[in-house]
């Protein structure tokens, strides 16, 4: 199938293969994956899961990703690109906001392979919006583009949803307390509150004891509160300086360091580079933290 790149914001491609092989694209944001037809294996990171036709798939950026194709696929990917965040000719988009939502899905996927969209309901929502996407792109052009970024919208809210209803975040096998996944769930979306963020907000949201939500917490993620929520606004702050233009002074004030030397100083202590050299070697620290093979990067 031809391969269709309809608006620069978002990168779309339809295809059809017997086989799997390096794509000509760079997948530096993130990336949506339909299966029409067809059926083989995902790989992320050297994890598989088998799909078949309708999975859902979405692809991290900088990770290595890779299909075993075992009977001939069609493919939709549906790229969302840096640009997309920004404002696009005559549209105007509220990038902040929209970035944030963004932000949300990058930083809390876990990104391990295996089908995204749990609920048929949802699926077969994105399966028309994807079609529609795809019909608006061939029939009408960028003449569409105030629909198609309307479609853009309601997918990235359906992927939203799905992950903060999925169990997406890394925790201790074995778990059964649901409890955490809805403190994990309500820490990150409100990453940028800090006076939500203290012990005794938690405490009450939770309802229990400020000296037993740090007791629960760690037992059940391994990691000191404080920590998790410093390490959870550092995955933002990486994401801001590889895909936005966003300045220090405004990423500090956004997810509520004191200012950009204090900013800096938590980035050096917890990610080992400064922010001038992450920016300048960000994709490739990322790949190197994802062990990544170079034969199986897509």
């Avoid at 859902?56 to 900088?62: G, K, T, V, Y």
């Avoid at 990917?77 to 990058?106: G, M, V």
């Avoid at 609920?119 to 569409?144: F, K």
Wanted: proline content about 3%.
């Amino acid at each position: 199938m031809q391969v269709i790149e309809a608006f620069k914001p978002f990168e779309i491609q339809e295809i059809e293969l017997i086989d799997w092989k390096q794509r000509p694209v760079k997948n530096n944001f993130f990336e949506l994956v339909l299966v029409k037809n067809g059926t083989g294996t995902q790989c992320i990171n050297y994890n598989e899961h088998a799909y078949n036709k309708g999975s859902i798939f979405l692809l991290p950026p900088l990770k290595c990703h890779s299909f075993t194709i075992a009977q001939p696929t069609q493919f939709v990917f549906l790229k969302f690109t840096d640009s997309f965040f920004k404002n696009i000719n005559r549209i105007t988009i509220d990038r902040n906001e929209w970035f944030k939502e963004a932000s949300y899905i990058l930083s809390n996927y876990n990104q391990l392979p295996g089908d995204i969209i749990k609920n048929d309901v949802d699926r077969n929502h994105l399966e028309s919006l994807i079609s529609m996407i795809l019909q608006e792109s061939r029939n009408y052009g960028e003449s569409s583009i105030n629909l198609v970024t309307s479609l853009m919208t309601s997918i990235l809210e359906i992927l939203i949803r799905n992950i903060k209803k999925g169990s997406y975040f890394e925790l201790p096998k074995n778990n059964s307390d649901d409890r955490i996944t809805k403190m994990l769930t309500y820490i990150n979306e409100n990453i940028d509150k800090t006076e939500l963020l203290k012990v005794e907000n938690l405490s009450d949201v939770f309802m229990m004891s400020p000296t037993y939500v740090s007791e629960f917490f760690k037992k059940q993620v391994n990691m000191p509160l404080r920590e998790y929520i410093i390490k959870a606004k550092l995955k933002l702050v990486e994401i801001r300086l590889l895909n936005s233009d966003f300045t220090l002074t405004q990423i500090a004030d956004e997810l509520g360091f004191t200012d950009v030397s204090h900013l800096s100083k938590t980035f050096k202590r917890y990610a080992g580079t400064s922010i001038r050299e992450f920016k300048n070697n960000g994709e490739y620290m990322l790949l190197k933290r994802g062990a990544c093979s170079s034969s199986n990067k897509a």
